[in-house]
């Protein structure tokens, strides 16, 4: 079987979904010191979807703000610039993460309820920890995945041998992925959020959420993605078949020094997401 090169394989992703204009917006506002909640306000209303994401988690029991939301530049002012520009990716790829990946045995949502999960767990290690920016970190870890939509499609004939792989070679599928095709998911994913334009750090931190000891432009926001996956993983949500194999690096857990902390982290983050608004939005 003639391997793609991962050129070929982003080259092919021609009905990959440009982020919607409303998404570029907010995000440049959100880095724009000169911009006001009013003008994120007169974006986002223009999509009455992400409008109502928006003033339903300010409104949800994670935040527990004791009086009622109602305008989107309120919302801003409350959650911040970096809470309403995770929000607003989530909502655009909410669609793409939500697809049945038949090369991943993922049903439709798997993916998406993963994302969700890791995200929110990598938001909770980073404000656990006191890093920086844990809004971007959570985008890291709602992303880390994204390159698996691209590879399940367009090459899903040759995961019935990346499959047998794992299985009978009892290695990661990450490892049977760059064995059998040359390249893997994150890779593809880096490679999506290139297109994006999304910051670099965070493109690093999805080319690297397996291989966090890699990293040099955010170390903590790649390990914190790393680890935020693993234990998404050691929950049993979004499983799929790359789940049965899965490796968690030791660098990512000293570095982060939470060795001690994994089965609290674990049980605080089943806590968030019993929160439904907050899972969902």
Not at 187 to 205: F, M, R, S, T
Request: proline share 3%.
């Amino acid at each position: 079987m003639k391997k793609l090169t991962l050129d070929q394989v982003i080259n092919r992703v021609e009905d990959m979904p440009a982020l919607p204009s409303v998404v570029s917006e907010v995000m440049a506002l959100t880095e724009d010191p000169d911009s006001t909640p009013h003008d994120i306000e007169k974006v986002v209303i223009r999509d009455q979807s992400l409008t109502t994401r928006v003033l339903r988690l300010a409104n949800s029991a994670y935040y527990g703000f004791p009086r009622r939301i109602s305008t989107v530049s309120e919302a801003t002012i409350l959650l911040g610039f970096q809470a309403i520009r995770s929000i607003t990716l989530s909502a655009a790829v909410s669609k793409v993460l939500i697809r049945e990946l038949p090369g991943y045995k993922m049903d439709k949502g798997e993916l998406w309820q993963h994302s969700q999960t890791c995200a929110i767990t990598a938001r909770h290690i980073a404000r656990r920890i006191k890093a920086k920016n844990p809004e971007q970190i959570y985008v890291a870890g709602l992303l880390h995945d994204i390159g698996k939509v691209i590879m399940s499609y367009y090459i899903k004939d040759s995961y019935a041998t990346v499959i047998d792989m794992v299985l009978s070679e009892n290695i990661t599928f990450l490892q049977a992925e760059e064995e059998i095709l040359g390249f893997n998911h994150a890779q593809v994913g880096g490679h999506i959020a290139e297109k994006w334009n999304l910051p670099h750090d965070l493109v690093e931190a999805i080319s690297h959420h397996h291989a966090p000891e890699e990293a040099e432009l955010n170390i903590y926001m790649t390990c914190i993605t790393h680890v935020a996956d693993a234990i998404t993983m050691m929950m049993g949500i979004g499983l799929g078949v790359d789940g049965m194999a899965y490796s968690i690096s030791d660098y990512a857990i000293d570095f982060l020094d939470i060795y001690m902390d994994m089965d609290t982290i674990m049980a605080e983050v089943f806590d968030v997401i019993a929160d439904e608004d907050s899972f969902f939005y």
